[in-house]
Structures are given as C-alpha cells and as structure tokens.
C-alpha cells in the first residue's frame, strides 16, 4: 500500500503539508521487503521541518500499541 502513496501531498492548516516519497529498491538486511520511503512535514514555504529520530518514532508506534492494546483489554 506504501507504494502506492508515492508522490502523495495532504495539505494541512495554514498551508503545512506531508509529502510522501515510496519506491522499490533492491532488498537488503535494512530494508528486507525492498521499499524506501520518505514521509516529510513541509511548511507553507515548502521548508522541511525537523523531527525526531528513528527511535522516538518507535517509542511513539509502541506508546500506541499500547494505548490501543490496553483500551481493548488485551495488556
């Protein structure tokens, strides 16, 4: 489905968009099913904003998967 999305811009508030880059590459430890990507928040000047790393975006995944795991009454 990530492919798919590849070239995609959702416009958000005050002319903020993410902009979504996916393309096949060839497999690798790293990248074991082949796909690069790219999701970027942009400000109205087209600028990419900074955000955080690569582990932070996993503390944020898993605070959710718990949150929704809890909320279903499977934790």
Partial sequence: MLL???GFE???GHGYRVKIEAGRVAPTIG?????????TLHDPD?????YR???ELLEDFY??????LAERGAL
């Fill in 63 to 68: 605070r959710e998967v718990e949150r929704i």
């Fill in 4 to 6: 798919s999305l590849d």
């Fill in 53 to 55: 790393g690569p582990a």
């Fill in 10 to 12: 959702f416009q958000f």
């Fill in 31 to 39: 990248r074991p099913q082949g796909v690069k990507y790219s999701l």
């Fill in 46 to 50: 087209g600028r990419q904003v900074p």
